[in-house]
Structure formats: structure tokens, C-alpha cells
């Protein structure tokens, strides 16, 4: 299964012996950010929308890479997930890779939800490498079950 909209996708699994793993795409890190966030709420399975109310947060990250960025955004919205029952569905970045210490900010939006049907333990940074392929850039991100 995939998550595609037009012509590129968003998303695919892959093939892993123990854990989840998927291939992200996106033209830009913000997009590879946003596509990777996705992937882990198709993973989770959120279900039960509990009211009409709308949350939102602003989380700031930094590190000494652009992976790094990638698994604690990730690792966040886990816990966000599975702590509060709330994911988002709009996210503004801002991130800036220039200097030595990488920073995200980064604005959500999102609304409550009854449960998961699937757990994730963590995200990993197995396998991670976000580089550039055809114009778009991917990474893969290994989800520990």
C-alpha cells in the first residue's frame, strides 16, 4: 500500500523481517517531513474522531542533522498520539539547515481521537539517510512494533 497524490507518492512500505518500515518522498524537506508524518498515522490507524475541536501545537527541535530532525518530529507525534489521543492533519516547517545545529519549527493542527489500532514503540534511525533521487527527495524510516 501506498500514499500517492497525483503522479508522486507520498509513502510506501517496504519489506522488513521484524518491525514497519516505509519509503518516504517529498520535494522538499518540509514535504518529506509532512509525507513522513502520514506514514506514521497510516501505520497507527487512529480511530474515532472525538469531537469537532481543534487542537493546535508549536514544537521547536534541534540537532546536529537533518535525520535526526526527522525521527525526534516523529518520535513527538508518537507520543502525542499515543499519550493525549490527538493527531494533526496541517503542519507549517520551518527549517533551516544552515548553519552547524539544525533547527524545525514547526506549527500543527490537529483534533482528538478515540484510540490506535496498531502501537508503535519507537521510531528508528536504522536505515535513515534523506537524500536526493530523481529530483525528489527520500529516506527510509524503520518503525520498532
Not at 522488513?16 to 520535494?27: F, N, Q, S, W
Given at each position: 500500500?501506498?500514499?500517492?497524490?497525483?503522479?508522486?507518492?507520498?509513502?510506501?512500505?517496504?519489506?522488513?523481517?521484524?518491525?514497519?518500515?516505509?519509503?518516504?518522498?517529498?520535494?522538499?524537506?518540509?514535504?518529506?517531513?509532512?509525507?513522513?508524518?502520514?506514514?506514521?498515522?497510516?501505520?497507527?490507524?487512529?480511530y474515532?474522531?472525538?469531537?469537532?475541536?481543534?487542537?493546535?501545537?508549536?514544537?521547536?527541535?534541534?540537532?546536529?542533522?537533518?535525520?535526526?530532525?526527522?525521527?525526534?518530529?516523529?518520535?513527538?507525534?508518537?507520543?502525542?498520539?499515543?499519550?493525549?489521543?490527538?493527531?494533526?492533519?496541517?503542519?507549517?516547517?520551518?527549517?533551516?539547515?544552515?548553519?552547524?545545529?539544525?533547527?524545525?519549527?514547526?506549527?500543527m493542527?490537529?483534533?482528538?481521537?478515540?484510540?490506535?489500532?496498531?502501537?508503535?514503540?519507537?521510531?528508528?534511525?536504522?536505515?535513515m539517510?534523506?537524500r536526493?533521487?530523481n529530483?525528489?527527495?527520500?529516506?527510509?524510516?524503520?518503525?520498532?512494533?
Open positions: 500500500m501506498s500514499q500517492s497524490s497525483g503522479k508522486q507518492k507520498k509513502f510506501e512500505y517496504l519489506e522488513h523481517p521484524a518491525d514497519i518500515a516505509i519509503r518516504v518522498y517529498g520535494r522538499n524537506l518540509e514535504e518529506l517531513f509532512e509525507n513522513a508524518a502520514l506514514g506514521l498515522y497510516d501505520i497507527l490507524s487512529p474515532g474522531k472525538t469531537d469537532g475541536s481543534e487542537y493546535q501545537r508549536n514544537n521547536t527541535f534541534y540537532s546536529d542533522s537533518k535525520e535526526e530532525l526527522l525521527v525526534c518530529f516523529l518520535n513527538e507525534l508518537l507520543f502525542i498520539a499515543l499519550r493525549e489521543h490527538l493527531i494533526f492533519y496541517k503542519f507549517l516547517f520551518n527549517i533551516d539547515c544552515s548553519e552547524k545545529e539544525k533547527k524545525l519549527v514547526c506549527d493542527m490537529g483534533h482528538k481521537i478515540e484510540g490506535v489500532e496498531r502501537e508503535v514503540k519507537a521510531v528508528t534511525y536504522h536505515r539517510k534523506i536526493k533521487v529530483n525528489l527527495l527520500q529516506t527510509e524510516v524503520i518503525f520498532d512494533i
